[in-house]
């Protein structure tokens, strides 16, 4: 990050490891995923194209980020369990979420063609996540057990429900018929009144998805005289065990027992309240301005192979602009949003309940929709470009005390932008008049700002003529546009239909905000 006198506002970020030796395990899930699934005409009540996409995002994770190790998946939800010695991420739970959630979603976007070629995508789906810290291994055991028998709870629950909706009964008619019935008695419904064998169903509806490291042995090549020269390799499987917590299952597969530890028994029963309180969360205090800042993850990678216009895309920074409004549209509590490269900071106003003022849900949520979107988006910017790989993010959230020292925290990220894409700017001038990039670093080592001006001015380039966008980021909030009229010589105040907009203009100066008070005054 650039230095400024406004950097004192890091001091508010808090630090969120995962410490060893906990075991990492993150759990995404759908966001209103009921409404979702009725949208899209999802077959009831499991759709097994719906899954099998869901299983193909997870397997796409797991090839993405190696320290996972173990993932399990039921519904629109799936838990991903990292080996016990990963430093993914520095073990920081916003980020492993944050991150591990966009990548799926981003996945979930770009692969619904190929699994619904005939359904059009009619808006970004979303999902939520959170990190479990498992203190031992028999926390894990017991997380797993969990979330399998939730897998079989609700499908039992929902096949009977569908069932009888498809009898005739409407949906509060067949709820009230299942109120309070046992796991025997749903079991009855179905076998005696419609004639189905619960047990029989297919393995993925009762039992979900687990995805795991196995050992293989593959050919690789041939020798001279034919014969095949084999190794030893890992791949991932889909296995549909019925029961991923015990010891028969656990303990037979070396990656399982290698990279986390053996299950020494057999367990019978969780509380789901005590394996709750493992979760990792923090919520956030009120009366506070929450400011969530979401980061492109490895964005230079990105940006070579797409082959962005250096040093800047105009189009790929109208592609986030276009999306960070989108984010504050969906959620209404966001007042403003600063955005500059592939970053972007949403301000929700101070007496926000949005997720229960909960860290990792707020984070993820937004990282998820504002990747969705980005991908959803991606042909309107990029009509002749193909997305050859997924895009992802990261995301954290800091508190705020008081209206100046957000104004701060904004002014910081303004003043990033001018220094980061001054510095931008003559790089890539550097570069495109033939120096190498390390010759170029060198040659702006330890340069000021008024350096700068004149390297520049040397290739005929006024940087206070640049485009505003590049120099200043992108400003976005909500145009209260209030109108005074005069009726019958009496002023009135009219209020005209409020709208989102975006500007690139200077938020450091008291100037912006006197003439934009609603922002964060109401």
Known sequence: ????????????????????????????????FRTFSEVHEFEKPNDEVA???????????????????????????????????????????????????????????????????????????????????????????????????????????????????????????????????SKEEKNSLLFEKFDINYQKLDAIFRQGSCILKTEVIEVVKHNENGSPVE????????????????????????????????????????????????????KLMPSMWIVIRIDGCHFHRFTEVHEFVKPNDEQALNLMNSCAVAVVKEFPDIIFSYGVSDEYSFVFKKDSQFCQRQASEMVSVIVSFFTSSYVTKWRVFFPQKELKCPPYFDGRAVCYPSSDILRDYLAWRQVDCHINNQYNTCFWELVMSG???????????????????????????D????????????????????????????????????????????????????????ILYG
């Open 435 to 461: 120096k190498g990039k390390s010759e170029a670093q060198n040659l702006l080592k330890g340069t000021q700002a008024g350096d700068k001006d004149i390297l520049l001015k040397q290739f005929g380039i």
């Open 51 to 181: 899954l099998n996409l869901m299983n193909s995002c997870a397997v796409s994770v797991s090839e993405e980020f190696p320290d996972i190790v173990f993932s399990y998946g039921f519904s629109d939800e799936f838990s991903f369990v990292f080996k016990k010695t990963s430093k993914f991420h520095q073990r920081r739970a916003s980020k492993v979420e944050s991150i591990v959630v966009s990548f799926f979603t981003s996945v979930y976007v770009s692969k619904w063609r190929e699994f619904f070629p005939s359904k059009e995508l009619r808006y970004p789906p979303s999902f939520r996540s959170r990190v479990t810290a498992c203190a031992t291994i028999e926390v894990l055991q017991s997380y797993l057990l969990w979330r399998q028998n939730s897998c079989h709870t609700s499908n039992l629950h929902s096949t009977c429900l569908w069932e009888l909706i498809k009898d005739g009964k409407t949906e509060s008619e067949a709820l009230e018929l299942l109120k309070g019935a």
């Open 231 to 282: 190794r030893l390799r890992k791949k991932l499987r889909i296995l549909h065990s019925k029961n991923i917590a015990g010891r028969s299952f656990w303990n037979e597969h070396t990656s399982l027992r290698n990279e986390l530890c053996i299950f020494t028994k057999d367990i019978g029963k969780v509380e789901p309240d005590y394996l709750k309180s493992f979760q990792f969360g923090k």
């Open 463 to 518: 940087y206070n003529k640049l485009q505003v966008m590049f120099r200043q980021g992108s400003s976005i909030f909500w145009d209260k546009g209030d109108v005074i009229t005069m009726n019958k010589n009496e002023a009135s105040v009219e209020k005209s239909g409020e709208k989102v907009v975006v500007e690139h203009c200077n938020i450091i100066e008291p100037s912006f905000w006197h003439a934009h008070p609603t």
């Open 1 to 32: 990050m650039a230095n400024s006198k406004y950097e004192y506002v890091k001091s508010y970020e808090f630090e969120d490891e995962v410490f060893l030796p906990n075991l990492m395990v993150v759990r995404i899930d759908g966001r209103d």
